[in-house]
């Protein structure tokens, strides 16, 4: 069985501060591994994925993720944070099996930038 | 690209009406969607897959017959919540599997709705 944890509920940090949020999985086999935000009422807006290749991937308005396979952890990462990324941040993790498709959603963490 | 739309966005209905949900890919086919549930604060609970032409899979313990699902074509499935009561209430966000960019379909990725809040009085 596949899971994700994101050990943190809320993360607080300052304008132009890095900004990190905690992902770690649970997987057999080489995972393909997903963040994705969600602003207030609204759905999920794609931010990155990890498949293969560089363990560090560039994804949308200048967030990063490292994928560690000896940690099983895939943290997003933005060097200098904005106010607008104030939002709810989802790491989600599938297997690589052909055919399976589906994502499992860690519990999701709480970003809040502050001015 | 890759955009997916729902409607309606927000619904209010009385208990025991049936409410329709549509989930479309707008830029791309989509051979399978996928039905979530998010409660406040909470991540998304899957509860089914629809593929384009056959039955949805539904996770365990959501009512198949209460959760209707048709995956009619390559960009449009719907989800029809009959005799809604209060409990059914939540935000319903839907996803479409977006398998171009890979050889094999393994680089795909899902992309989300914006949601339908359902009201339930």
């Known amino acids: 069985a596949q899971s994700v944890a994101q050990p943190e509920d809320q993360v607080n940090v300052a304008e132009g501060n890095p900004l990190t949020v905690k992902c770690t999985y649970s997987v057999s086999g080489n995972p393909y591994l997903f963040w994705y935000v969600q602003y207030p009422n609204r759905g999920l807006q794609f931010l990155l994925k990890?498949?293969?290749?560089?363990?560090l991937v560039k994804g949308s308005y200048g967030f990063e993720a490292e994928f560690n396979k000896s940690q099983t952890s895939f943290h997003l990462k933005k060097p200098s944070a904005l106010v607008s990324d104030s939002a709810l941040y989802f790491c989600a993790v599938r297997p690589p099996l052909r055919g399976d498709y589906k994502l499992s959603f860690g519990a999701g963490t709480t970003v809040t930038v502050r001015a | 690209g890759a955009v997916v739309s729902q409607h309606p966005s927000w619904v209010i209905c009385k208990s025991g009406t049936s409410v329709k949900i549509e989930c479309r890919s707008l830029?791309?086919?989509?051979?399978?969607m996928f039905w979530y549930r998010q409660f406040p604060k909470q991540s998304l609970m899957l509860m089914a897959t629809?593929?384009?032409?056959?039955?949805?899979?539904?996770e365990q313990g959501v009512e198949k017959d209460k959760f209707l699902i048709n995956h009619a074509s390559l960009t449009l499935s719907t989800l029809t919540v009959t005799s809604a009561h209060p409990e059914d209430s939540s935000f319903y966000i839907c996803?479409?599997?977006?398998?171009?960019?890979?050889?094999?379909?393994?680089?795909?990725?899902?992309?989300f709705g914006p949601g339908t809040r359902l009201t339930v009085l």
């Open positions: 830029d791309f086919q989509a051979t399978t």
């Open positions: 629809s593929n384009e032409g056959s039955k949805a899979t539904y």
């Open positions: 990890y498949i293969t290749g560089d363990n």
């Open positions: 996803s479409a599997r977006d398998k171009r960019g890979g050889t094999s379909g393994s680089t795909d990725t899902q992309y």
